[in-house]
Nanobody
Framework: VQLQASGGGLVQAGGSLRLSCVVS????????MGWYRQAPGKQRELVVR???????TYGDSVEGRFTISRDNAKRTMFLEMSSLKPEDTAAYYC???????????WGQGTQVTVSS
């Protein structure tokens, strides 16, 4: 299983970006997929995760501004980010947890930088 994240970039505060994560290989159900981020000097934190059954959990700092979606036919997960703030600046990682076999998969990070 491989995850390929893309879509990061430089954006002004208040702007929007859409991140994509293409999944290759098979992930069993049940599973958890989501986005995490890590800023320099800080721990990796949850942005949003979604269970295969549909239950979605957003991090407190992004709820109402970010939206996760999936295109199963294209095996792609998206993160729509709006009303971006400088504190959203981080490397964003997509991840998948196969709850059947316990394997955890990460994509490479895609950098999001929000200027004030």
């Amino acid at each position: 299983v491989q995850l390929q994240a893309s879509g990061g970039g430089l954006v002004q505060a208040g702007g929007s970006l859409r991140l994509s994560c293409v999944v290759s290989g098979n992930i069993s159900s049940p599973n958890v997929m989501g986005w995490y981020r890590q800023a320099p000097g800080k721990q990796r934190e949850l942005v949003v995760r979604v269970l295969s059954g549909g239950r979605t959990t957003y991090g407190d700092s992004v709820e109402g501004r970010f939206t996760i979606s999936r295109d199963n036919a294209k095996r792609t997960m998206f993160l729509e980010m709006s009303s971006l703030k400088p504190e959203d600046t981080a490397a964003y990682y997509c991840g998948a947890h196969d709850l059947k076999n316990g394997n955890l998969y990460w994509g490479q990070g895609t950098q999001v930088t929000v200027s004030s």
